[in-house]
């Protein structure tokens, strides 16, 4: 196993002396001991100034900064330590940024023109996907979107010889991973049969097969892992998990099969299949685990086929695309945050997080960072808050309890409340799917003496009530290690990540 770099490693050794010890035994000579031991990894800090050979960028969907701090506690209570001072493991990379999210028409912004802007260097309208803002919304025109389209950074790295993969729990051609390689005017367009009449555009799918190889771009993508089944399939053909689903296309095109073919590559649809697939074997591998997203990280193990985790997809995922000798580069979407935060349940949006950082420290186990970029950031956040004065080490899912005090605080109409609220949505729900469910969505309404607010099917309350919770639009971090790495600073446009990799991996070719 390789190891990170020496900065890395400091920090690392840091990180653990910190989150050795627990609140019961700080004093003032703890802050004392934190404070001058983070002070000397810094003054050993240097930027890493080689070509970055391979690219990794992770995505947390709506993985805004407050989320990040719940994740933190919470996986560090879960693993019975001190949560406030734990650290997820992107938070040990040494350089960060803040991203402005913004995009050309929207103060709040979706996922569609925010990873355009990551992947293109561009910022572009609502629902647009690597095109430039010159596109309205829904344009049918195919001479349109080919006049403006973006080329991003994957297809760039496919022409520079290298490999390239997509990795997103999410479907394979939901807005994240799509705006890698697809260029559409409606991020919705994801199959044929989404389109409108008259439209002579390529359906998002259909991009994945028909953009790559002889006189297209590169020679396609090495790995392509997530859900989305139900876009490649023929509407005749039954999901090989769930057979009373079909596919969605109109054109009758079996898209898997065509992947298989034109690119030489290895399907598989459940945990067995994934495991049982050798990297070394020399086949790519294209991994569809459900007909549309994949299965959140809390729920996989009682999923029918089984489905793998984010990080043993990104650990399969390296092992292939290393196999090239000119470098890679690799996206991977935790796509499910934003999923969970829509329906205001925080114990899923939380575990999600966690995900993403099991896979951030995997692949920082198997990478050299001297030739390899790490960046983990968000392409927007979503409006979860923390507040309440609750005391150190409560539970962060739990009901606000101040210091000194046994009993949960009570709110102004004499009922206790939780840590975390969203500031829109469903709202309350002590079990199950939060649109189902029976209270009603103005004010507070419930009385949760009684409630279990930690339950995974617990759904937070909010303060103003909509049909789901809506993004935010604060800034979002930006953690990276490697090459390039400390160009990360300040506060930037997101589409500066861009530029960072681009000049990282020494593919700058429009200056």
């Given at each position: 196993?390789?190891?990170?770099?020496?900065?890395?490693?400091?920090?690392?050794?840091?990180?653990?002396?910190?989150?050795?010890?627990?609140?019961?035994?700080?004093?003032?000579?703890?802050?004392?001991?934190?404070?001058?031991?983070?002070?000397?990894?810094?003054?050993?800090?240097?930027?890493?100034?080689?070509?970055?050979?391979?690219?990794?960028?992770?995505?947390?969907?709506?993985?805004?900064?407050?989320?990040?701090?719940a994740?933190?506690?919470?996986?560090?209570?879960?693993?019975g330590?001190?949560g406030?001072?734990n650290?997820?493991?992107?938070?040990?990379?040494?350089?960060?940024?803040?991203?402005?999210?913004?995009?050309?028409?929207?103060?709040?912004?979706?996922s569609?023109?925010?990873m355009?802007?990551?992947?293109?260097?561009?910022?572009?309208?609502?629902?647009?996907?690597?095109?430039?803002?010159?596109?309205?919304?829904?344009?049918?025109?195919?001479?349109?979107?080919?006049?403006?389209?973006?080329?991003?950074?994957?297809?760039?790295?496919e022409?520079?010889?290298?490999?390239?993969?997509?990795?997103?729990?999410?479907?394979?051609?939901?807005?994240?991973?799509?705006?890698?390689?697809?260029?559409?005017?409606?991020?919705?367009?994801?199959?044929?049969?989404?389109?409108?009449?008259?439209?002579?555009?390529?359906?998002?799918?259909?991009?994945?097969?028909?953009?790559?190889?002889?006189?297209?771009?590169?020679d396609?993508?090495?790995v392509?892992?997530?859900?989305?089944?139900?876009?490649?399939?023929?509407?005749?053909?039954?999901?090989?998990?769930?057979?009373?689903?079909?596919?969605?296309?109109?054109?009758?095109?079996?898209?898997?099969?065509?992947?298989?073919?034109?690119?030489?590559?290895?399907?598989?649809?459940?945990?067995?299949?994934?495991?049982?697939?050798?990297?070394?074997?020399?086949?790519?591998l294209?991994?569809?685990?459900?007909?549309?997203?994949?299965?959140?990280?809390?729920?996989?193990?009682?999923?029918?086929?089984?489905?793998?985790?984010?990080?043993?997809?990104?650990?399969?995922?390296?092992?292939?695309?290393?196999?090239n000798?000119?470098?890679?580069?690799?996206?991977?979407?935790?796509?499910?945050?934003?999923?969970?935060?829509?329906?205001?349940?925080?114990?899923?949006?939380?575990?999600?997080?966690?995900?993403?950082?099991?896979?951030?420290?995997?692949?920082?186990?198997?990478?050299?960072?001297?030739?390899?970029?790490?960046?983990?950031?968000?392409?927007?956040?979503?409006?979860?808050?923390?507040?309440?004065?609750?005391?150190?080490?409560?539970?962060?899912?739990?009901?606000?309890?101040?210091?000194?005090?046994?009993?949960?605080?009570?709110?102004?109409?004499?009922?206790?409340?939780?840590?975390?609220?969203?500031?829109?949505?469903?709202?309350?729900?002590?079990?199950?799917?939060?649109?189902?469910?029976?209270?009603?969505?103005?004010?507070?309404?419930?009385?949760?003496?009684?409630?279990?607010?930690?339950?995974?099917?617990?759904?937070?309350?909010?303060?103003?009530?909509?049909?789901?919770?809506?993004?935010?639009?604060?800034?979002?971090?930006?953690?990276?290690?490697?090459?390039?790495?400390?160009?990360?600073?300040?506060?930037?446009?997101q589409?500066y990540?861009?530029?960072?990799?681009e000049?990282?991996?020494?593919?700058?070719?429009?200056?």
């Amino acid at each position: 196993m390789r190891i990170v770099n020496r900065l890395s490693l400091i920090m690392l050794t840091v990180a653990c002396v910190v989150g050795s010890v627990s609140a019961m035994a700080e004093n003032a000579q703890t802050w004392i001991n934190d404070g001058e031991a983070a002070l000397a990894a810094a003054k050993k800090l240097h930027p890493e100034l080689g070509r970055a050979k391979n690219v990794i960028l992770f995505v947390g969907d709506g993985m805004g900064i407050s989320t990040i701090t719940a994740s933190r506690i919470f996986e560090g209570q879960s693993k019975g330590l001190d949560g406030e001072r734990n650290q997820l493991a992107f938070e040990r990379l040494p350089y960060l940024a803040l991203s402005k999210t913004y995009s050309a028409n929207q103060q709040t912004s979706d996922s569609a023109p925010t990873m355009t802007a990551i992947v293109t260097g561009v910022k572009t309208n609502d629902g647009g996907l690597s095109v430039n803002q010159a596109v309205v919304r829904s344009e049918p025109s195919h001479a349109v979107i080919q006049a403006n389209k973006l080329t991003t950074i994957l297809e760039q790295a496919e022409m520079s010889g290298r490999a390239t993969g997509i990795i997103s729990t999410a479907r394979v051609t939901h807005a994240t991973p799509a705006a890698t390689y697809a260029h559409t005017s409606n991020r919705d367009w994801e199959a044929d049969s989404n389109l409108p009449a008259g439209a002579d555009v390529k359906d998002i799918a259909a991009q994945l097969i028909d953009s790559f190889g002889p006189k297209q771009i590169g020679d396609g993508l090495e790995v392509l892992m997530g859900g989305g089944r139900s876009n490649l399939l023929p509407k005749a053909q039954s999901d090989p998990e769930y057979p009373n689903i079909k596919g969605k296309r109109n054109d009758g095109r079996d898209l898997i099969q065509e992947f298989q073919t034109k690119f030489n590559a290895h399907y598989v649809w459940n945990k067995a299949q994934f495991d049982a697939f050798n990297p070394a074997s020399g086949q790519r591998l294209l991994g569809l685990f459900e007909p549309s997203h994949m299965q959140y990280d809390h729920d996989r193990l009682t999923d029918t086929a089984g489905e793998p985790s984010l990080a043993e997809m990104t650990d399969k995922a390296i092992e292939v695309l290393k196999r090239n000798k000119k470098g890679y580069f690799l996206m991977v979407e935790a796509g499910r945050i934003d999923h969970a935060s829509h329906a205001n349940n925080a114990f899923r949006t939380l575990s999600e997080t966690v995900a993403l950082s099991d896979a951030v420290k995997l692949a920082m186990s198997k990478v050299d960072m001297r030739d390899t970029l790490i960046i983990v950031t968000a392409d927007h956040s979503h409006t979860l808050t923390i507040g309440g004065y609750a005391k150190r080490g409560n539970p962060i899912l739990g009901k606000v309890i101040f210091p000194g005090a046994a009993v949960p605080e009570k709110a102004l109409d004499g009922n206790p409340y939780t840590t975390i609220s969203f500031a829109n949505g469903t709202g309350y729900a002590a079990g199950g799917d939060a649109h189902s469910a029976s209270a009603s969505r103005a004010g507070r309404v419930a009385d949760m003496s009684t409630v279990d607010t930690e339950d995974p099917d617990f759904h937070q309350e909010v303060m103003v009530p909509l049909a789901a919770e809506t993004h935010a639009g604060e800034d979002v971090a930006i953690f990276a290690g490697g090459p390039n790495a400390h160009l990360f600073h300040g506060i930037q446009e997101q589409s500066y990540i861009y530029y960072v990799m681009e000049d990282a991996m020494g593919l700058a070719t429009r200056r």
